[in-house]
């Protein structure tokens, strides 16, 4: 089973950039896709991002599309969400996924196997 680790979280202003890294232990993640959700207080987890084994495929959720890049570096067992213009409304915490049937569309919680523990990102106005 794979152990996720993301960090990268901070307190940043409006438009500011940040990147999140998913640092993968106990097997490779070639066999998974790999996805970002998040999740802000007293609202449910949301798709945020997603990219297919080899990395050539990536899927996003609307409010972050044109703005977050996801990819992922295979040889480092490491995945990341660069994120761009940021806005208030992207203060949450933030999770990253693996999925072992290569969904990189899928959009569910529960369609991903395993979970890290989360990396906050708080943006101010």
């Known amino acids: 089973q794979v152990q996720l680790v993301e960090s990268g979280g901070g307190l940043v202003q409006a438009g500011d950039s940040l990147t999140l890294s998913c640092a993968a232990s106990?097997?490779?993640?070639?066999?998974?896709?790999m996805g970002w959700f998040r999740q802000a207080p007293e609202k449910e987890r949301e798709f945020v991002a997603a990219?297919?084994?080899?990395?050539?495929?990536?899927n996003y959720g609307d409010t972050v599309k044109g703005r977050f890049t996801v990819s992922r570096a295979n040889a480092k067992n490491t995945v990341f969400l660069q994120m761009n213009s940021l806005k208030p409304e992207d203060t949450a915490v933030y999770y990253c996924?693996?999925?072992?049937?290569?969904?990189?569309?899928?959009?569910?919680?529960?369609?991903?196997?395993?979970w890290g523990q989360g990396t906050q990102v708080t943006v101010s106005s």
């Open positions: 996924a693996a999925d072992r049937g290569n969904g990189w569309r899928n959009t569910l919680p529960d369609e991903y196997d395993v």
């Open positions: 106990g097997r490779s993640i070639t066999v998974y896709a």
């Open positions: 990219v297919s084994v080899s990395g050539t495929y990536t």
